[in-house]
């Protein structure tokens, strides 16, 4: 079970003060030309978010661009130190794991951004990994062994990454998370730009992951998709969470017939408050 | 950090850059094939068109038809060896355009009071050429002449023209020509291809991740920042190890081959080369060329990290490139020589050590020096690394301008205990602060200059724990102690002192100056009045040090590991900052010493009056030898005898085993080590 709690995440962002504006506004009547200062404001990408995924649970996290998707699942990733609140980990005998290496090796973690090692052979990645991770020789190699045989990879798995196509990157790139056998799975938009086939088998990929008790967040501007394979979603707007609920309870809550109008539904109202 | 996935990622990171089709050029490439090809091509090239030259025939003509003309002529057809090109005189009517079309090399005018011209275009190499040598021709008949003067006044010729035989005499050995040679080079080459071979690997790993879009994938896997910066760091520098020294022995022995092919064919000059001799040279060469990479992969990868991709790495790269290739240019500066001063300069110091290594200048305390200052530089170069890998707006490419190198102090956390990295700050801070602040003072003032070194070393320590709001009491083992504990504690302090003179003396066949650089202080300070010397020599050192090294280093180390490994290293770094490779064994002795009695005591107030007795001692031997001679004549000895030995052996064991029982036991012991 992964625990979110009041987790922050502060950034900075360039704005022009309050004075400048009105300085721009003089100088735009006197057609002069001036300096304009600008200063650094800081912001809340994420705020003061909790939640509790328990395992063998889909979680979507859905939002418009910017919302702070990114951000959120990378500090679950424990990629970004959280400038205030936690995100722990409980295993089956109810001990919380925060310490970040300790809890890396619990989470597989898949992002447009999580690029493979062009110059290595997908088995010298998984190897590499195995080390990594601490996997003794024989566990990886059959681990190894299995993984090429359920995502296909047999054919390809000595060929350097970069001769691989866009699909095979992909498979290679689930095995990557694949290794040592997460408890956790953290996607962030693992299907954008994918072709239907590839997309489907990654859909088809989360829930056996989630047959098999483990648990899965992924953020996904796909509403169709979530609305099929979510147990619960949380919408996100400016770093808040503005809904959290099944699809099925959010949609009667909005009165519409499926996600997206309901994700409408729930901009709009959060727009005009 | 952990060995397994420290390796598992260092491998990973070696054969990626090795992967990489330029760092194999740069490597492998280059230095096999290009350099050896260049240099033994290029000398064959000119030498072939030397002697084409000296084969060619070059055409002279004389405008006026004078008597001149057959005597030159005459001179060019004797001296043909001498003048070294053939030259051939030809008539021609219009002299000045014939040069002019390139039918004629030169031509000789003879003006008004017969004033002899030779002219040529000196745009036209032949041209050039030729006219050099109808000077030597000229000038030989110019001698011919002067001669036939002298002999028709009756004089003796030879006689007149050298009144006086003188010769040089080169009493350096070829090794030492040659050494001096090789030496003013080498160092801007070895520069040059360290960087040469550090750069792209340095580039790769830093903004060729971020580019390619693996870095985020490394970020989330099980390691911790350290390990993953020291894997790249590590990688990074062996590649430019190996490249240099691929590198310089790709050229040296191309040179070799050049300067005894050359020799083999002037086979009457004699000359014999021993190239063994170079061999400790070029033995410590790749020594410090091995620290020297590790600071200029620090140095690199500080720079490139801030790119986003290969191009701006580049760019931010090429000015480093530039000041590192410039400070290696101090080895051609004549009169700058390695000193204690220069030896901490970067860079210069690394230029002025290899230059003084092939002239056959080996001074290992400088050498120890350059080496401590390149760790030292190239630990704090790493540790910005590490600041910098911490830095999130860095590592996911939000832009340079938000980079948090250190921490403000209003937002430091109250009471903490600094951390390992915070020691190798400090360390190098102070390291630094006395190279310059500390040695300009020295050389500025004198005596006081060595007062503000010891101040240096006393607030450097206590600035950065008020910086940091660290819990002072408990970091620098403020405590009282007890008249007992006291008395043990100076036991152990003697026993520490007489187990240094012994193994002074022991090591006195190595180091010859060992046992004297115990108690001896510098020439600088023994003139001084002698409450100066017990302010600046006994008592600021005994404070300053103890709370620099018994004190932050120790107090941070104590609560981080294991007693013994925060013993071991607390003496071990002691004994390195006094940056002596002879005093280093004696130091370490006492080091160790004062390092126990605050363990032992829990205070540093103990190890502060031992380690004032032992530099009083200094003091007092300086300021009163005859008196102190008197006393301990034991001190002044230059060879103990086994019985003496045996003696204070004995006296060790007794005084270190009475001091331990004095202080106590366990329950006495006040620090917490939890």
Redesign the interface.
């Known amino acids: 079970m992964i625990i979110v709690d009041d987790l922050c995440k502060e950034f900075e962002r360039t704005v022009m003060s309050k004075e400048d504006e009105a300085q721009t506004k003089r100088l735009a009547k006197s057609h002069k030309k001036g300096k304009l200062k600008q200063k650094k404001e800081s912001f809340y990408a994420v705020n003061h978010v909790s939640f509790q995924v328990p395992q063998g649970e889909i979680l979507g996290i859905l939002g418009p661009n910017g919302a702070g998707k990114t951000t959120l699942l990378r500090m679950l990733g424990a990629l970004m130190q959280p400038t205030c609140g936690s995100v722990a980990i409980e295993d089956e005998n109810g001990n919380r794991i925060t310490d970040p290496v300790q809890y890396k090796k619990s989470i597989g973690y898949l992002s447009g951004n999580t690029k493979l090692y062009h110059r290595m052979s997908t088995r010298e990645m998984l190897y590499m990994l195995a080390q990594i991770y601490e996997i003794d020789q024989q566990t990886a190699d059959e681990r190894i062994e299995n993984i090429a045989k359920v995502l296909d990879m047999h054919s390809f798995m000595d060929n350097r990454i970069e001769k691989l196509s866009t699909g095979q990157t992909q498979r290679a790139s689930i095995a990557r998370c694949l290794i040592h056998e997460p408890d956790i799975y953290i996607f962030d938009e693992p299907t954008l730009g994918l072709d239907i086939l590839s997309a489907d088998a990654i859909v088809n990929f989360m829930k056996s992951q989630k047959e098999a008790g483990k648990t899965v967040l992924y953020s996904t501007h796909y509403l169709e998709e979530a609305q099929f394979l979510c147990d619960r979603v949380i919408m996100i707007y400016q770093g808040k969470i503005v809904k959290e609920g099944s699809p099925e309870a959010i949609m009667e809550e909005c009165g519409v017939g499926n996600l997206r109008d309901a994700f409408h539904h729930v901009m709009e109202e959060v727009e005009t408050l | 950090m952990?060995l397994?996935?420290m390796?598992?990622?260092f491998?990973?990171e070696l054969?990626?850059i090795l992967?990489?089709k330029k760092t194999l050029i740069m490597m492998l490439v280059v230095p096999i094939i290009i350099y050896p090809l260049l240099i033994v091509g290029i000398t064959l090239l000119m030498s072939s068109i030397m002697s084409s030259q000296a084969e060619k025939t070059y055409l002279i003509a004389f405008e006026n038809d004078t008597d001149l003309e057959k005597q030159i002529g005459d001179i060019i057809e004797d001296n043909e060896e001498k003048i070294g090109y053939k030259l051939e005189i030809v008539k021609e009517k219009n002299c000045q355009e014939s040069l002019e079309n390139g039918t004629i090399d030169a031509f000789v005018r003879v003006g008004e009071n017969d004033k002899v011209l030779l002219c040529y275009l000196s745009a036209k190499d032949r041209s050039s050429t030729a006219v050099s040598a109808l000077n030597d021709a000229f000038e030989l008949y110019r001698e011919e002449l002067i001669k036939e003067k002298i002999e028709d006044a009756g004089l003796d010729a030879e006689v007149m023209l050298n009144p006086i035989h003188y010769e040089q005499e080169d009493y350096s050995t070829t090794e030492e020509s040659i050494g001096n040679l090789i030496g003013s080079m080498m160092p801007f080459l070895i520069v040059t291809v360290i960087l040469l071979g550090a750069i792209y690997p340095a580039i790769d790993v830093t903004a060729g991740e971020k580019e390619?879009?693996?870095l985020?994938?490394l970020?989330?896997?099980?390691?911790?920042n350290f390990e993953m910066i020291m894997s790249k760091f590590l990688a990074v520098s062996c590649i430019a190890c190996v490249s240099a020294i691929l590198n310089v022995f790709s050229m040296g022995g191309a040179m070799a081959f050049l300067v005894s092919s050359s020799l083999s064919s002037a086979a009457n000059m004699n000359i014999e080369i021993h190239y063994e001799t170079f061999i400790p040279g070029i033995i410590f060469t790749i020594v410090v060329m091995m620290f020297f990479a590790l600071l200029v992969t620090a140095v690199c990868m500080c720079t490139c990290v801030f790119a986003k991709n290969f191009k701006e790495a580049n760019n931010y790269v090429t000015p480093v490139m530039l000041i590192f290739m410039f400070g290696s240019y101090a080895a051609m500066i004549p009169d700058l020589e390695l000193t204690a001063q220069t030896a901490a300069i970067p860079i210069v110091n690394v230029a002025l050590l290899v230059e003084g290594l092939f002239q056959f200048h080996y001074n290992y305390g400088l050498f120890a020096i350059v080496l401590f200052s390149n760790v030292a530089y190239s630990l704090l170069a790493i540790m910005i690394l590490g600041k910098i890998y911490n830095s999130?707006s860095v590592l996911?490419s939000?832009g340079l301008s938000?980079v948090k190198l250190f921490t403000r102090r209003s937002e430091m956390k109250e009471k903490q205990m600094p951390g390992f990295g915070d020691v190798v700050l400090l360390l190098c801070i102070v390291l630094l602060l006395i190279f310059y602040v500390g040695t300009f003072a020295q050389l500025k003032f004198g005596f006081f200059g060595v007062a503000v070194q010891q101040l240096i070393i006393l607030l450097c320590p206590l600035v950065y724990a008020w910086y940091m709001k660290a819990d002072k009491k408990h970091l620098f083992s403020i405590q009282i102690i007890k008249p007992l504990q006291l008395a043990g504690s100076v036991m152990i302090g003697i026993a520490a002192f007489v187990g240094a003179l012994i193994l002074g003396t022991l090591l006195m066949p190595v180091f010859p100056e060992s046992a004297k650089g115990l108690t001896q202080l510098d020439d600088m300070v023994v003139n001084q009045p002698v409450y100066l010397l017990i302010l600046v020599v006994a008592i600021m050192p005994a404070i300053g040090e103890e709370l620099l090294f018994r004190g932050f280093v120790m107090g941070t180390l104590k609560k981080r590991c294991r007693p013994v490994v925060a013993i071991v290293v607390t003496t071990l770094i002691f004994a390195a900052y006094h940056m002596s490779l002879i005093k280093m064994f004696t130091i370490g002795i006492v080091g160790l010493g004062l390092t126990l009695v605050t363990y032992k005591t829990g205070s540093i107030a103990a190890s502060m009056c031992v380690h004032f007795l032992n530099n009083l001692l200094s003091v007092l031997i300086t300021k009163y030898p005859t008196q102190i001679q008197r006393e301990l004549p034991v001190l002044f000895k230059d060879r103990l005898s086994v019985s003496d030995i045996l003696l204070l052996v004995a006296v060790v064991l007794i005084c270190a085993a009475v001091g331990w029982m004095l202080i106590g036991g366990k329950k006495n012991n006040k620090i917490n080590f939890d």
Do not use: C, V, Y
């Not at chain 2, 970020?219 to 911790?224: E, K």
């Open positions: 952990n397994k996935r390796t598992a990622l491998k990973r054969t990626d992967r990489d390619r879009g693996t985020e994938t970020l989330t896997l099980p390691i911790t999130e996911f939000e938000s």
